[in-house]
Nanobody
Framework: QVHLVESGGDSVQPGGSLTLSCQLGGYSEIQHYMGWFRQRAGQEREGVAVFWPKADDTEYSPSVEGRFTVSLDKASHILYLQMNSLKSADSGVYTC?????????????????????WGQGTQVTVSS
C-alpha cells in the first residue's frame, strides 16, 4: 500500500532555499510517476513538478522552472523538491503525490481530487 509522508516545510525569507522530502512507503506499487503539488491560500491546488522514475525524466510548472528541482533517491525511496530563489508567491501547502489521475484534456501537472496517492502536506511560508 502506498503511503506518502512529507517533511521539510518551514518559514524562509524571500530569496532563500528549502528542500522538501517525501518518504514513499509502498514504493514498488507506484507504477508511473510521482511529484509535488501545492495549494496557495485562496487558490486551487496546482502541480509543481513531476518525476518519471523509469525514464528519469522531469517536468515543471512554468512558475517554478529553473528554480525548483525534483529528484528521487531510489535506494531510500525519498522524493525531494529542492526550492531555490523562493518568492512570497511560493508560500503554500506542498503535497507529495503518486500516480494521480489526470483530468481529460489536461496535462500531467493537473490532477483529479482524491484519486491516486497523496500525502498530508507540509507548509512552506516565504516571508520577510
Amino acid at each position: 500500500q502506498v503511503h506518502l509522508v512529507e517533511s521539510g516545510g518551514d518559514s524562509v525569507q524571500p530569496g532563500g532555499s528549502l528542500t522538501l522530502s517525501c518518504q514513499l512507503g509502498g514504493y514498488s506499487e507506484i507504477q508511473h510517476y510521482m511529484g509535488w503539488f501545492r495549494q496557495r491560500a485562496g487558490q486551487e491546488r496546482e502541480g509543481v513538478a513531476v518525476f518519471w522514475p523509469k525514464a528519469d525524466d522531469t517536468e515543471y510548472s512554468p512558475s517554478v522552472e529553473g528554480r525548483f528541482t525534483v529528484s528521487l533517491d531510489k535506494a531510500s525511496h525519498i522524493l525531494y523538491l529542492q526550492m531555490n530563489s523562493l518568492k512570497s508567491a511560493d508560500s503554500g501547502v506542498y503535497t507529495c503525490a503518486a500516480d494521480w489521475v489526470i483530468p481529460y484534456g489536461k496535462g500531467i501537472l493537473s490532477a483529479l481530487p482524491d484519486r491516486g496517492h497523496w500525502g498530508q502536506g507540509t507548509q512552506v511560508t516565504v516571508s520577510s
